[in-house]
Nanobody
Framework: QVQLVESGGGLVQAGGSLRLSCAASGAIFGINVMGWYRQAPGKQRELVAAITTRGSTNYADSVKGRFTISRDNAKNTVYLQMNSLKPDDTAVYYC?????????WGQGTQVTVSS
């Protein structure tokens, strides 16, 4: 069993920054991929960024150059630094962990960017 707890969401003006954190606990060992997804009202959930245990990263085109994903393997925590935020970034952001064939999700944290 794996639990994911997100923090760091909130309300920010366009051009501002936020940092999301996701702490994983439970049966975590070996290679895994941690990432962030987001879902805006009326839209499908989409990948924002992901990072492997070894540090390889993948970003959605819409956030490249603005968002940075990182992780602390010792703390089983993944971070998402979001800079130059835009109103289109408004969504519920979900933490995700994939290990072997198992897929785990956090409860989500709201990010709202005002224009």
């Amino acid at each position: 069993q794996v639990q994911l707890v997100e923090s760091g969401g909130g309300l920010v003006q366009a051009g501002g920054s936020l940092r999301l954190s996701c702490a994983a606990s439970g049966a975590i060992f070996g290679i895994n991929v941690m990432g962030w997804y987001r879902q805006a009202p009326g839209k499908q959930r989409e990948l924002v960024a992901a990072i492997t245990t070894r540090g390889s990263t993948n970003y959605a085109d819409s956030v490249k150059g603005r968002f940075t994903i990182s992780r602390d393997n010792a703390k089983n925590t993944v971070y998402l630094q979001m800079n130059s935020l835009k109103p289109d970034d408004t969504a519920v952001y979900y933490c995700n962990l994939v290990r072997a064939t198992n897929d785990y999700w956090g409860q989500g944290t709201q990010v709202t960017v005002s224009s």
